[in-house]
């Protein structure tokens, strides 16, 4: 009897034991069911011309000029810890380009995909659309180069699923659009994109910052109100255009300048989107800066619900000076006070 009382409390303690190690609020890397805990509170700095890590694609960036970046405006007041500013997606001037030139080679991205039936299922599980719906998805997207530094959630490709982490996507990267001016594609790796979610701690960035970087202007886009009818785009020369929704340049025309040239912001606490992935767990921790936390990230009043999120994967960051018809928009809500 007591030979069994033993037994039987030791296989009690190692269930125990197992399901304090799987809990995703540990501070470990993720939960028994393939999710990833938030608590890391790390964002990932993408220079505008790095692949990075953990590419889907080759690089669709086509456009050589680069946009001219641009500070948000508006937003001067006190901001609460971890919060990020929010501009809306059809905003005027918060996309640059050329004219008639596409920033992203959407039919190779497609062609890219479809050679890779395992990585486009990924995509397509990040898009919460069908594999089959991937090249009409594609399709329906802008083309344009960002001119604020971004934030956004990035899903890589890593042991046949996607993964997802935060991510600030500098100003000049090229990236595809949904209808409602929310990026969903980084040309430079084909990774699909998805709106911030929230961190449980002040978030830290990892990675090298590139000249210029400023926390206090980094943005997050949220959807606007209505599918946008034109995206108002600047020039490197500074000229101004309009580049419909789903086109890739060819029907651009010239504009005036507008009354406001640089997008105002608003303070933005960015929710937790729906779980989109079915990654797994990154299998060794980044290197993280303990002196850079950034102060713009999403508040910390609720944890985030779902989005399968991971710490910011290994790999060189390197430094660069120079419609969604499936896909989750987003939810945000805006607080009373506050970058192919």
């Not at 030979?3 to 409390?9: G, H, K, L």
């Not at 937003?75 to 990020?84: D, F, G, L, S």
């Not at 008639?100 to 659309?129: H, M, T, W």
Request: aromatic letters at 4%; proline letters at 12%.
């Amino acid at each position: 009897m007591p030979r069994v009382a033993i037994t039987a409390t030791a296989v009690v303690a190692a269930v125990i034991l197992a399901v304090v190690l799987s809990r995703p609020d540990n501070g470990g890397t993720g939960a028994s069911d393939g999710g990833t805990s938030t608590s890391s509170g790390e964002i990932f700095l993408q220079p505008a011309a790095d692949t990075g890590p953990d590419a889907f694609t080759e690089s669709t960036a086509e456009e050589k000029s680069s946009a001219s970046p641009v500070s948000p405006s508006g937003a001067t007041e006190p901001a609460p810890q971890n919060a990020v500013r929010g501009v809306n997606g059809d905003a005027p001037g918060l996309y640059g380009g050329t004219r008639n030139v596409a920033s992203c080679d959407v039919e190779k991205q497609i062609k890219y995909l479809g050679q890779a039936p395992d990585k486009q299922r990924a995509f397509a599980s990040v898009a919460r659309i069908e594999p089959s719906e991937v090249p009409s998805y594609l399709r329906s997207l802008t083309p344009v180069q960002l001119r604020m530094d971004t934030r956004v959630t990035n899903h890589g490709y890593k042991d046949g699923a996607a993964t997802s982490y935060q991510a600030v996507l500098q100003a000049r990267t090229a990236v595809l659009v949904d209808d409602r001016g929310v990026p969903r594609v980084r040309c430079a790796c084909g990774n699909p994109l998805s709106p911030p979610v929230a961190q449980q701690s002040a978030p830290r960035t990892t990675g090298e910052e590139w000249p210029g970087y400023k926390s206090s202007n980094v943005v997050m886009v949220t959807p606007a109100p209505e599918p946008v009818d034109a995206f108002v785009m600047c020039e490197p020369d500074g000229e101004w255009f309009e580049r419909q929704p789903g086109d890739t340049g060819k029907k651009d025309h010239k504009t005036k300048k507008p009354e406001k040239p640089s997008p105002s912001a608003s303070v933005t606490t960015p929710t937790a989107p729906p779980d989109t992935t079915s990654s797994q767990p990154p299998t060794s921790e980044p290197p993280t800066s303990d002196t850079d936390t950034d102060t713009t990230g999403p508040t910390t009043d609720e944890p985030p619900t779902s989005d399968t999120q991971q710490p910011p994967p290994d790999g060189d960051t390197g430094t660069d000076t120079g419609t969604n018809t499936g896909g989750d928009t987003g939810g945000v809500t805006t607080e009373e006070a506050p970058a192919s």
